[in-house]
């Protein structure tokens, strides 16, 4: 599973204390891109932000896609951003064709599980039964979520810092670096090897 990280305190951290994981197991922002402020402010905020995505193309590894803009209607040039895999939120199952017209177009695309309920419409395994490509679920921030991500079979998913627990916890540079470390041994291990998900879960937990 590819871990992604969103700009932040844990990013940087990851960029500063576990460089040896970046690239083959996490993605730490930039590489993970996912700027949220930038899609709420307005409706054509997307515009600025694959602009953005555009002169950071050579930095990016993979984004999440605008909220529910079909390629036909983005008024931006996305053959520039082909180097990107992107990740498509889909908030209901009719935003599955927004991803078949970016396969269409040629870009590599995850399928997006938006964690929290009040952002889809459908549920967890209907999205597993309708989903035929790579799947990516977005904002873990739990153990019940990382079990769902980790049973399914999720290709990807990115995390927040509250899979860690408290903030003070977050704080303590050795603590955290402990979690981290253990954290991505595990999710980098092939399936066949990885520890069963009580004993996973468990174990990040033990190390708070």
């Not at 500063?16 to 949220?36: N, T």
């Not at 050579?58 to 529910?68: H, M, R, S």
Request: positive net charge.
């Amino acid at each position: 599973m590819i871990i992604g990280i969103g700009r932040g305190p844990l990013s940087y951290f990851v960029w500063k204390h576990l460089r040896e994981f970046i690239g083959s197991v996490v993605l730490p922002y930039p590489l993970f891109y996912d700027a949220k402020r930038d899609l709420l402010t307005n409706k054509y905020a997307y515009i600025n932000y694959l602009r953005k995505l555009q002169l950071r193309r050579k930095e990016v590894k993979i984004a999440v896609y605008p909220d529910y803009i079909p390629p036909n209607k983005v008024h931006v040039n996305l053959s520039l951003l082909k180097s990107i895999e992107f990740i498509v939120p889909i908030h209901s199952l009719e935003d599955l064709a927004i991803a078949a017209e970016l396969e269409a177009l040629g870009f590599n695309i995850y399928y997006g599980f938006a964690s929290e309920p009040h952002y889809r419409s459908y549920t967890l395994n209907d999205f597993i039964r309708a989903v035929k490509g790579k799947k990516w679920y977005l904002g873990i921030s739990t153990k019940r979520e990382l079990q769902e991500a980790l049973n399914y079979g999720f290709d990807g998913a990115d995390i927040t810092g509250f899979l860690f627990g408290k903030n003070e916890d977050r704080k303590n540079a050795l603590k955290l670096r402990r979690m981290l470390t253990d954290f991505l041994k595990q999710v980098s291990k092939p399936q066949g090897r990885q520890l069963t998900l009580y004993d996973f879960c468990g174990k990040l937990g033990s190390l708070r």
